[in-house]
T-cell receptor, first 115, second 113 residues
Framework: EAGVTQFPSHSVIEKGQTVTLRCDPI?????LYWYRRVMGKEIKFLLH????????ESGMPNNRFLAERTGGTYSTLKVQPAELEDSGVYFC?????????????FGNGTRLTVT | AQSVAQPEDQVNVAEGNPLTVKCTYS??????LFWYVQYPNRGLQFLLKYITGDNLVKGSYGFEAEFNKSQTSFHLKKPSALVSDSALYFCAVRDTGFQKLVFGTGTRLLVSP
């Protein structure tokens, strides 16, 4: 089966610009998550979708971040306008069931650099 | 709030020797604990989990982890390290009542030939 795919793998943008990250989960996985690792620190939760519904967006840093999952398939994460502190690696993950029953499958991540 | 601590930024071990990567946790209620590994330029891969049952959990690639409730630890172990085990290892706990993981800062494992 194809894994979780993320586009682009790298993105370098200037402060104030907009960037959109895309995640294609494993087919049939209703649960989709976004996580972020900043400056080599811990990986932090951003939000969780079940199908097209946001179940938990408590980790979203501020209103410059917007995540969507139209149709319950792929998801996008838009940062507008980007700030320097947004630099980091953004991971997407999907699972068939909840965390207790099935593991998270992670994509390779998108490395975002804001200059 | 749930939290995970990985006290070592890096662990060095010679190939063939046993390895331990340490993890301690703080949770309210029963913990769901996980280990993930990240190889260079790749995403995180699931190694093993503890939900309930035997304290010794066996996972992928010959790794195992021991759940110790009294010490609130979930150390990752392998009897004989391989050079190919060199990677970044993350311990995580499920945030109680939520479908999200709280990760540690990661431990880089370097296995020398």
């Amino acid at each position: 089966e194809a894994g979780v795919t993320q586009f682009p793998s790298h993105s370098v943008i200037e402060k104030g610009q907009t960037v959109t990250l895309r995640c294609d989960p494993i087919s049939g996985h209703d649960n989709l998550y976004w996580y972020r690792r900043v400056m080599g620190k811990e990986i932090k939760f951003l939000l969780h979708f079940v199908k097209e519904s946001k179940q938990d967006e408590s980790g979203m840093p501020n209103n410059r971040f917007l995540a969507e999952r139209t149709g319950g398939t792929y998801s996008t994460l838009k940062v507008q306008p980007a700030e320097l502190e947004d630099s980091g690696v953004y991971f997407c993950a999907s699972s068939q069931e909840g965390l207790g029953n099935s593991p998270l499958h992670f994509g390779n991540g998108t490395r975002l650099t804001v200059t | 709030a749930q939290s995970v601590a990985q006290p070592e930024d890096q662990v060095n071990v010679a190939e063939g020797n046993p390895l331990t990567v340490k993890c301690t946790y703080s949770v309210s209620g029963n913990p769901y604990l996980f280990w993930y590994v990240q190889y260079p330029n790749r995403g995180l891969q699931f190694l093993l989990k503890y939900i309930t049952g035997d304290n010794l959990v066996k996972g992928s690639y010959g790794f195992e982890a021991e759940f110790n409730k009294s010490q609130t630890s979930f150390h990752l172990k392998k009897p004989s390290a391989l050079v190919s085990d060199s990677a970044l290892y993350f311990c995580a706990v499920r945030d109680t009542g939520f479908q999200k993981l709280v990760f540690g800062t990661g431990t880089r494992l370097l296995v020398s030939p």
